[in-house]
């Protein structure tokens, strides 16, 4: 048995206790008070939730020609890394997801990897629902792929056939994408009106086709207002939001950071960049999620978009806590509890309640955060096979102290 005794940070409350594991099952058999007797000395540390990142890109598929990048064991060393315990994998893979006997095939690939991972299934102009129960990514724009639909016309013909489903949106409207393409600047070339309008139509598809509908990696204030009112329509859709996209924006870039900085969609303005985290704080945005991309150097030099973000997740909530005034209840909201929620469904039995509590009967995978001991990253620290951060150089206020996955300890190194 695990006991871990310390304070514990759940979503509804933060308390002094003690959790105890079974390592046999992996789940959490008991909360109760400090004795004065735990198995991991972690000071005044906050014992979290595990916590999820339901939006990666671990580049692993039958085919492997994107391993040089990442696979699913270097997914797994970059997770542990940044206290992230399970993570939710997303098709655009060469070899797609996309049918019930290719989504069998990478889901055997899987296994290798330590934190779980739940895997998306493709939407593209000729897919069909899959005979069992996954979670769908519908690309509504171009973005790295083939996964994406020229016309709304287009895509709503095939969400059609998925009523129902749980499926996550990539919002930016082809149309609007197309008539950008001759502009100076990557940001320009995919302006937030393209966010904003293919918001306006995700939340139809989703309202009409009584989807489970998820708005992925949101960047533009002028969206906000639409999911709120959506929510408040009683609309089943939640809303993540990056890393980058809460710390970065368009004020920062430079000649020499502006390929490194790439991604789809791009930085914005510094008023969404606070607005999105008012919106995070505030409860409308829903998930702290990387979007991942484990892209190397030489192709960010050539104009691939997307970051690699997961060995910094955990250092990422202490600044949300330490800079932005987010509650310790706020960040396992945000971290733990609402992507335990998105990918419960989805889980084995064997996984009981699932993920995202510190009570019995939930995994018994737990993230511990020192919000005391400032952390510099650098890139020869990453675990992540493409070898490199943005956030290079920079001190977040804290750090992982260690990550608990179905109770087996990985200490922070």
């Not at 966010?195 to 139809?204: P, Q």
Request: aromatic share 8%.
């Amino acid at each position: 048995m695990l006991r871990v005794e310390g304070m514990i940070a759940n979503h509804d409350r933060v308390f002094e206790g003690a959790v105890e594991i079974d390592p046999a099952s992996g789940l959490i058999v008991s909360v109760g008070s400090k004795t004065g007797k735990s198995d991991l000395d972690i000071g005044d540390a906050l014992i979290f939730p595990g916590f999820g990142d339901i939006h990666i890109h671990a580049r692993e598929d039958a085919g492997g020609t994107q391993m040089y990048k990442e696979d699913f064991v270097t997914t797994s060393d970059a997770a542990l890394h940044g206290g992230v315990t399970h993570v939710a994998d997303m098709p655009n893979n060469p070899i797609a997801p996309v049918d019930d006997a290719r989504y069998a095939e990478k889901e055997k690939l899987t296994a290798k990897s330590v934190v779980h991972v739940t895997l998306y299934a493709g939407i593209g102009p000729e897919t069909e629902p899959l005979q069992r129960h996954v979670p769908y990514k519908a690309f509504m724009g171009p973005s790295v792929g083939d996964l994406f639909f020229a016309s709304q016309e287009q895509l709503e013909g095939v969400i059609a056939r998925y009523r129902g489903r749980n499926v996550s949106f990539h919002c930016e409207d082809p149309v609007i994408l197309q008539e950008s393409k001759g502009a100076a600047t990557h940001e320009a070339r995919r302006p937030a009106r393209a966010e904003i309008t293919a918001t306006e139509f995700a939340l139809y598809l989703i309202e009409k086709y009584e989807l489970q509908g998820k708005l992925c990696h949101y960047s533009t204030e002028g969206g906000l207002q639409k999911i709120a009112a959506a929510k408040n329509r009683g609309v089943r859709v939640t809303a993540e939001v990056t890393p980058h996209h809460l710390f970065f924006d368009e004020t920062m870039l430079t000649e020499e950071n502006r390929l490194a900085l790439q991604m789809n969609p791009p930085l914005r303005g510094s008023a969404d960049r606070l607005a999105l985290i008012e919106a995070l704080r505030g409860g409308l945005l829903d998930y702290v999620a990387t979007d991942h991309a484990p892209h190397t150097l030489e192709e960010k030099a050539h104009g691939v978009s997307g970051v690699p973000l997961l060995d910094t997740y955990g250092a990422f909530a202490t600044w949300l806590i330490r800079e932005h005034r987010f509650s310790a209840g706020d960040v396992a909201r945000v971290c733990a509890y609402n992507p335990g929620r998105f990918v419960k469904e989805f889980l084995p039995s064997s996984f009981g309640e699932g993920y995202g509590v510190v009570a019995p009967g939930y995994v018994g995978s737990l993230t511990i955060l020192d919000l005391d001991s400032p952390w510099t990253v650098r890139s020869e620290e990453m675990r992540t096979k493409c070898a490199w951060s943005p956030f290079e150089g920079f001190t977040f206020p804290g750090r992982v102290r260690a990550t608990v996955v179905h109770g087996k300890v990985y200490p922070a190194s």
